[in-house]
């Protein structure tokens, strides 16, 4: 069974950044692609980026590209986001997701970690 943990969020204050990691167990992570979501209360659960098997990113929704970047390395069974020139509004809880393909609803992954709290304030 793939088990999923995110890790590498904390406070930060603005324009710092942040490094997220989401690594996974019992099975290979080659076998999926791996989407980034963002989370706050109140509100609907957003993709942020996703990679797919070959190692190609897409974005799934509209954040600021130029701050955010995903990347795997599968010798590591680990996907990470980077998130430069962190911002108030990146504040939130931050899930990886795994599925065969990639896609912006969240309800089509079948596999989450518990997420990782990004609280980005002076």
């Known amino acids: 069974q793939l088990q999923l943990e995110e890790s590498g969020g904390g406070m930060a204050q603005p324009g710092r950044s942040l490094r997220l990691s989401c690594v996974a167990s019992?099975?290979?992570?080659?076998?999926?692609?791996i989407g980034w979501f963002r989370q706050v209360p109140g509100k609907e659960r957003e993709g942020v980026l996703c990679?797919?098997?070959?190692?190609?990113?897409?974005y799934v929704a509209d954040f600021d590209k130029g701050r955010f970047a995903i990347s795997r390395d599968n010798a590591k069974n680990t996907v990470y986001l980077q998130i430069n020139t962190l911002k108030p509004e990146d504040t939130g809880v931050y899930f990886c997701?795994?599925?065969?393909?990639?896609?912006?609803?969240?309800?089509?992954?079948?596999?989450w970690g518990r997420g990782t709290q990004v609280t980005v304030s002076s």
């Open positions: 997701a795994a599925r065969s393909t990639c896609s912006s609803w969240y309800l089509r992954y079948e596999h």
């Open positions: 019992g099975l290979s992570l080659d076998s999926y692609a």
């Open positions: 990679i797919s098997r070959g190692g190609i990113s897409t």
